[in-house]
T-cell receptor, first 115, second 115 residues
Framework: AQKVTQAQTEISVVEKEDVTLDCVYETRDTTYYLFWYKQPPSGELVFLIR??????QNEISGRYSWNFQKSTSSFNFTITASQVVDSAVYFC????????????FGKGTSLLVTP | DAEITQSPRHKITETGRQVTLACHQT?????MFWYRQDLGHGLRLIHYSYGVQDTNKGEVSDGYSVSRSNTEDLPLTLESAASSQTSVYFC??????????????FGPGTRLTVL
């Protein structure tokens, strides 16, 4: 069963627009972790942000912010004032005890930011 | 600086051959993971290890094996390569303490083609 769903396959925005990437997860564990990774066209996977089940906080880090809501099992990620360099595939991932704390990835959302 | 490396970065092999992909990290992390990335599937877990002499199967482990003889390395072996194993392979590592987990950091990936 899919544990992480990223319903948005592709998103296209114009530079300087804000964009929110959606992530819905499924787990029966009470302790779990959620991550967002970025995969630019060069192919590497870059860690962006992390959330913890025991610390449901919505935070901001530079142009990145996230909205973690356990009530709706969502871990949405927002980029403020998008830039062309933000063009990439973004993956949401869940880590819980069922998989030995390995990562269960969503299928990714491809973000294109145009000038 | 500490890092995680993979070699080779690109590999072309023939069906039936044994192939070994190397992963080396200098963070002294306890945990190491292998994932494969395929279009339409995102990243899927192949094997993982919590420490020396420890290995565990992931979601798509058939046809793959790993061994952990030291902290720094987790080589991935394809016993008899098949065309279905054409993919991009990522290695990752993280700390682990009790039931918590630290962020996984990824190597640059190996693109494997099986003809």
């Amino acid at each position: 069963a899919q544990k992480v769903t990223q319903a948005q396959t592709e998103i296209s925005v114009v530079e300087k627009e804000d964009v929110t990437l959606d992530c819905v997860y499924e787990t029966r564990d009470t302790t779990y972790y959620l991550f967002w990774y970025k995969q630019p066209p060069s192919g590497e996977l870059v860690f962006l942000i992390r959330g913890n089940s025991f610390d449901e906080q919505n935070e901001i880090s530079g142009r990145y912010s996230w909205n973690f809501q356990k009530s709706t099992s969502s871990f949405n990620f927002t980029i403020t004032a998008s830039q062309v360099v933000d063009s990439a595939v973004y993956f949401c991932a869940l880590s819980d005890g069922n998989s030995g704390y390995a990562l269960n990835f969503g299928k990714g959302t491809s973000l294109l930011v145009t000038p | 600086d500490a890092e995680i490396t993979q070699s080779p970065r690109h590999k072309i092999t023939e069906t039936g051959r044994q192939v070994t992909l190397a992963c080396h990290q200098t963070w002294n992390h306890n945990n190491m993971f292998w994932y494969r990335q395929d279009l339409g599937h995102g990243l899927r877990l192949i094997h993982y290890s919590y420490g020396v002499q420890d290995t565990n199967k992931g979601e798509v482990s058939d046809g793959y094996s790993v061994s952990r003889s030291n902290t720094e390395d987790l080589p991935l072996t394809l016993e008899s390569a098949a065309s279905s194993q054409t993919s991009v392979y990522f290695c990752a590592s993280s700390e682990f303490s009790g039931r918590s987990t630290d962020t996984q950091y990824f190597g640059p990936g190996t693109r494997l083609t099986v003809l």
